[in-house]
């Protein structure tokens, strides 16, 4: 039986730890053939062989546009067209309001916020008619958290981007959709200067408040992103999916 991706080419930008390995492995194992992106070429290179001969793993750091017009070169002499492009590549680190700096503040905005939209810019000219970008957004704008200021307004950018870009690629029969998880159990809890130990703290202590009684997993966050990659979301244009077992909602 063939996969909801079957013949498809899908690229993943943050594509080897968390959500975006596990959207990798799963639009795989339901037929696209995979480019992942991450900053270190040698770990895309190495998620990508353990998917399979035909799939590709490519270093891109996109607070760099350079190295996003590289990519997007590689990938159109590699594959032609793109069907899914999920810009899921991102940071997150979280401080008290006094001990933000300027530099904090750029470096959160120059991968959240300008390389999300760098990406979908130039990824546009190889995605085909039919084709969909997937932002990934986060539930930090919809609620009002200590030490998230920066971090949340970066994300805050997702939603409006996905209705905006659904605006200027609506004629090329380009969908653009966000996925806005809640706490998710993730290395990316680690990435802001915590000991593993307080990471996991941070996590028991956030999925505290999560209705559902638990963080989600990056398995989960992929089946999400598997549905608005296929057919099944073919009547949503500019809309944002929110996975967060009911953080945002009760």
Not at 137 to 149: E, F, K, M, W, Y
Not at 191 to 203: F, R, T, V, W
Request: glycine letters at 10%; a negative charge.
């Amino acid at each position: 039986m063939a996969g909801v991706l079957e013949g498809k080419v899908a690229v993943i930008t943050g594509g080897t730890s968390g959500i975006g390995l596990a959207s990798a492995r799963l639009f795989a194992a339901q037929g696209a053939r995979v480019v992942i992106c991450g900053r270190s070429e040698s770990n895309a290179a190495d998620v990508a062989a353990s998917l399979g001969p035909e799939h590709l793993g490519i270093g891109c750091d996109v607070s760099d546009v350079d190295a996003i017009q590289r990519l997007a070169d590689e990938v159109a002499a590699s594959c032609e067209v793109v069907d899914v492009l999920f810009a899921n590549a991102g940071i997150a680190f979280y401080k008290p309001l006094p001990d933000w700096t300027e530099a904090d503040f750029d470096r959160m905005f120059t991968v959240n916020a300008r390389g999300q939209f760098f990406t979908v810019q130039r990824f546009a000219p190889l995605m085909c008619t039919g084709g969909v970008v997937i932002l990934s957004g986060s539930i930090a704008p919809l609620v009002g958290q200590p030490n998230l200021a920066v971090y949340a307004a970066s994300k805050a950018v997702s939603p409006a981007l996905a209705k905006n870009l659904s605006a200027d690629l609506l004629p090329a029969g380009v969908r653009v959709l966000c996925l806005s998880p809640g706490p998710t159990a993730t290395p990316i809890f680690a990435s802001g200067g915590l000991s593993e130990a307080q990471a996991q703290a941070k996590l028991a202590e956030v999925s505290e408040r999560v209705p559902i009684g638990r963080a989600g997993t990056a398995d989960e966050l992929a089946a999400a992103a598997l549905f608005l990659a296929s057919d099944a979301s073919a009547f949503m244009l500019g809309a944002e999916l929110v996975v967060d077992g009911g953080k945002s909602q009760l």
